[in-house]
């Protein structure tokens, strides 16, 4: 089944413990993008990939890191999170041309005490 | 002011109506739009992509107006299932991989 996998689905930390988001897809897809969505704001970018080891900033990069070592897998990494980074976070994949509709992970939703 | 605004409801109506949502981007570069469903906290989903001779798929009409820079949502014959928030989605026109997001509409649709 053509998927994105993201996890864990619900994680509670506290502030400054590191912590990583996985997301994984199966469908070899080239572009892959991280999103946070808050009330009342929509989703919001955080960072993009095209390819293996190309990443780029989205709008709300600020505390966030990725990488891109293969092409199935973006983890988001919080190397110290605070409280304003709690939100319900969402990994996103498609084939990376225009039009081409974003297959979504079910999200994680983060709690930063 | 937000790059892509929509009325953020909610809609509340009965079964069977005719509901519809605008949507309005700023940036008038953009090239690709789109309507995405996403139930309660759930992951969003492709409803349907939006044309420039509007399109539809059953009950669904999207409609694109480039000259005032909205898109529009027809939802015919509502159900209960129709019940979800509708977010609409832009891509900027020097990257079409940067969407941009609506914060969404709500939209209950009740017996």
């Known amino acids: 089944e053509a998927q994105v996998t993201q996890n864990p689905r619900y994680l509670i930390t506290v502030t400054g413990k590191k912590l990583t988001v996985t997301c994984s897809q199966n469908?070899?897809?080239?572009?892959m993008s991280w999103y946070r969505q808050d009330p009342g704001l929509g989703l919001r970018q955080i960072y993009y990939?095209?390819?293996?080891?190309?990443?780029d900033k989205g709008d709300v990069p600020e505390g966030y890191k990725v990488s891109r070592k293969e092409k199935r897998n973006f983890p988001l990494i919080l190397e110290s999170p605070s409280p304003n980074q709690t939100s319900l976070y969402f990994c996103a994949s498609s084939r990376g041309t225009a039009n081409e509709k974003l297959f979504f992970g079910s999200g994680t939703q983060l709690s930063v005490l | 002011r937000k790059e892509v605004e929509q009325d953020p409801g909610p809609f509340n109506v009965p079964e069977g109506a005719t509901v519809a949502f605008n949507c309005t981007y700023s940036n008038s570069a953009s090239q690709s739009f789109f309507w995405y469903r996403q139930d309660c906290r759930k992951e969003p989903k492709l409803l349907m992509s939006?044309?420039?001779s509007g399109n539809e798929d059953g009950r669904f009409t999207a409609q694109l107006n480039r000259a005032s820079q909205y898109i529009s949502l027809l939802i015919r014959d509502s159900k209960l299932s129709d019940s979800a928030t509708y977010l609409c989605?832009?891509?900027?026109?020097?990257?079409?991989?940067?969407?941009?997001f609506g914060a969404g509409t709500r939209l209950t649709v009740k017996p």
């Open positions: 990939s095209m390819n293996v080891e190309v990443t």
């Open positions: 469908m070899n897809h080239e572009y």
């Open positions: 989605v832009v891509t900027r026109s020097y990257n079409n991989n940067d969407m941009r």
């Open positions: 939006v044309y420039s």
